[in-house]
């Protein structure tokens, strides 16, 4: 080993030393408290085995959680989705006052989920709300507080969670439009292909590898979401938004079980491990389908 493969090592050191303890040694504790039965308040602990998973898998409300995590997450990625792209493809067109409008869509993304969250909540308060008003004067077909509507709550968590995370979608399809040569588009005009044929047939192959990195990002991040059901909702009412991160929170705040809670974190890591294996495999094939 040459001296500047020594020195290049040593200099990583810190590094590797630093991702070890923030990474790999809170996952490893997690997977162990998983098999202990631990209170938050003692620091005694016995070893179980497969008993805490059973609890929770056995736990009352732990189908239903599961299945508004998937709703919460999927509706979140798809409605970012739906608001990013059209929004992207018409920030790269030529257009007066283009610079400024790009970092006004930025707005919503810079704010903190705690602000963003509490904004909504209050507007649509009862008392004070401004869409609350607006909803009861003109009779929309809605309830005038959708975050305590049965029906509506989770359509109302989804929303605020998509306007707070779409322009992450906007920068990242923007980014890579740029990319496309124009002469492609010049191309294509000259024979006779429509704005859709251009579309379907130039963009969207461009876009799409890069549509499922950040889809793959963004399922991870909405199914680990924690502040924004929890600031409009708290998993309310009677558990229609309650999601498995809150339900992690219920078992080591509410029960003070340290171990059930490890055991369904446990569940959530091995669960988006899949699904990355999954989004990732398509990303694979999909490099292959256009190179």
């Keep these: ?41 003692s620091p005694e602990s016995t070893f179980v085995g497969l008993a805490n998973f059973n609890a929770v898998v056995s736990h009352e409300g732990f189908t239903r959680s599961v299945s508004n995590t ?23 067109k030529e257009f007066p006052l283009r610079s400024p409008i790009r970092g006004v869509m930025l707005f919503s993304y810079l704010v903190p989920y705690v602000v963003a969250a509490m904004t909504w909540k209050f507007m649509f308060s009862d008392a004070t709300g401004i869409l609350n008003y607006w909803v009861r004067a003109l009779s929309l077909p809605m309830p005038a507080s959708p975050f305590g509507s049965l029906d509506w709550a989770m359509a109302g968590v989804i929303f605020v969670n998509s306007w707070k995370n779409f322009p992450f979608m906007v920068i990242v399809f923007l980014a890579q439009l740029q990319t496309i040569d124009r002469q492609l588009y ?7 292909a429509t704005a859709w044929q251009q579309f379907y047939k130039i963009t969207l192959p461009s876009l799409l590898p890069i549509m499922l ?3 793959m990002l963004r399922t991870i991040w ?59 495999r398509l990303y694979e094939r999909t490099q292959e389908r256009f190179k």
């Design 222 to 280: 909405n199914f680990n979401n924690f502040e924004v059901v929890f600031l409009l909702t708290q998993g309310g009412p009677i558990g229609r938004t309650e999601t498995l991160p809150l339900y992690i929170y219920r078992f080591v705040f509410g029960e003070f079980s340290l171990g059930r809670g490890a055991a369904l974190a446990v569940i959530v890591f091995f669960v988006l491990l899949i699904m990355s294996a999954i989004y990732w």
């Design 70 to 92: 998937f709703v919460f997450t999927f509706g979140s990625l798809a409605l970012q989705m739906a608001m990013g792209l059209p929004i992207a493809l018409l920030l790269n």
């Design 186 to 192: 010049e191309a294509a005009s000259v024979d006779g």
């Design 1 to 41: 080993m040459t001296t500047d493969r020594k020195i290049g090592l040593l200099l990583l050191l810190p590094l590797v030393v630093l991702v070890l303890g923030l990474t790999v040694y809170p996952i490893v504790q997690v997977i162990s408290l998983a098999f202990q039965q631990q209170s938050l308040y």
């Design 213 to 215: 990195v950040v889809g």
